[in-house]
């Protein structure tokens, strides 16, 4: 079965990430993926097609819409594969999908898949507004509409998206990848030159208003006034020394000494299991926040912001906070400093239990077999 996959770019987005998972993990004796990519190649092209898998690129610039020229490329290609299915990921890549199947006269079935959630729409960028308003009427054209939350399919159906082919598969977590690991946690510690035994509470996010990375450094600035020698370390893309706006926030609070600002990193396994809590300070926009369920997986209890499903994924095993809340997220940590150790690691086995039983990667990738496979034989 001949599936190709569109998307709009392959950087180390939590979205892009999980597609690249899927296709790591997808039964190549049954299916033939293809990825038609609206951008370049990002930081994932090459790793999937080291996978066997063919990656096609368009050359859409950021933050561009789909032109009638860019969807004539597409279905160009996608002609050429001669797909069973279309699978769109992500809004850009959902519109594109659509527009090539009515615009190259296919028959092929379309499946969309969006992972964001909105709570409120006049809070969003033009272009995110403008797609989000696009996909309600189309919607209904499409075979199968996936959501990785149960709370991005409620918002969206009640912004007109069609409700009878809403399908809800969380996002899957590599739980042979994200594992406990003593030497991550001492390794990490020496690499940032801090004693073994020094308190870590981690963010793992790209930079972006929704991410709000001045919620969590402004509740570090709150924690350290009581535990001052607590350490936070901060990865992903733009989360660096090269940020202004980040730097700017943390000289001005004074804590510059207490915050490692590590960029974008290959070695996310190690980084998540060296941390004794991982937070989400997100003010919106998660659906499924994959970074919570890698550090759970870890062993790692998370402390998260009521966004998206986030609340959902973490259930008992962590804490959930209201949003840009610097002050609640700052006494939630204090909590589970004082839980101690024990209570830590007792809360880490549960997180990765929850996470085996509920978001593997194998029943993940299982789940978009089966809806495959039935789309064919309807």
């Known amino acids: 079965m001949k599936i190709v996959y569109t998307i709009v770019g392959l950087t180390t987005g939590g979205a892009e990430v999980m597609l690249y998972r899927i296709l790591t993990r997808i039964n190549r004796e049954r299916f033939s993926p293809s990825v038609v990519c609206l951008m370049d190649r990002g930081t994932l092209g090459d790793r999937i097609e080291a996978l066997g898998i063919p990656v096609y690129t368009i050359g859409m610039k950021p933050g561009a819409v789909p032109t009638p020229n860019v969807i004539g490329k597409v279905v160009n290609i996608i002609r050429q594969i001669k797909p069973d299915l279309i699978q769109g990921w992500m809004y850009h890549g959902n519109i594109a999908a659509q527009f090539a199947k009515v615009f190259g006269g296919l028959e092929t079935p379309v499946f969309w898949s969006i992972h964001y959630s909105v709570y409120s729409l006049s809070a969003e960028k033009k272009m995110t507004q403008a797609l989000i308003k696009l996909g309600a009427p189309i919607s209904k054209f499409a075979k199968q509409v996936l959501y990785v939350s149960k709370i991005s399919k409620k918002q969206h159906e009640a912004l007109g998206y069609e409700a009878g082919n809403g399908y809800v ?25 801090l004693p073994s035994t020094s308190f870590l509470i981690g963010s793992i996010c790209r930079y972006h208003p929704m991410k709000d990375h001045a919620n969590f450094i402004k509740a570090a600035a709150l924690l350290l006034k009581n535990y001052p020698d607590t350490h936070f370390m901060m990865a992903g893309s733009e989360v660096d020394l090269a940020n202004k706006t980040l730097n700017q926030l ?8 207490r915050i490692h600002l590590l960029g974008e990193r290959s ?20 659906a499924f926040p994959l970074v919570l369920g890698e550090a759970m997986s870890s062993g790692v209890p998370c ?15 962590g804490w959930v906070v209201p949003p840009k809340n610097p002050h609640t997220l700052a006494e939630t940590w204090q909590e589970a400093i004082e ?15 929850r996470i085996i039983e509920c978001f593997s990667l194998e029943s993940i990738v299982a789940d978009y077999e089966k809806l495959y496979e039935t789309a064919m034989t309807k």
């Open 169 to 193: 598969i969380p996002n899957g977590i590599d739980t042979s990848l994200f594992t406990p690991s003593l030497e991550a946690r001492l390794t990490v510690r020496q690499e940032l030159g």
């Open 250 to 257: 943390i000289e001005k609070l004074g804590i510059g000494d």
């Open 267 to 286: 070695d996310m396994p190690r980084l998540m299991a060296a941390l004794d809590i991982m937070t989400s300070a997100s003010a919106y926009g998660e």
């Open 303 to 317: 402390t998260v912001t009521d966004v998206g499903d986030s609340g959902w994924i973490v259930g008992n095993t």
């Open 339 to 353: 839980l101690g150790a024990d209570g830590r690691e007792k809360l880490g086995k549960a997180a990765r239990s």
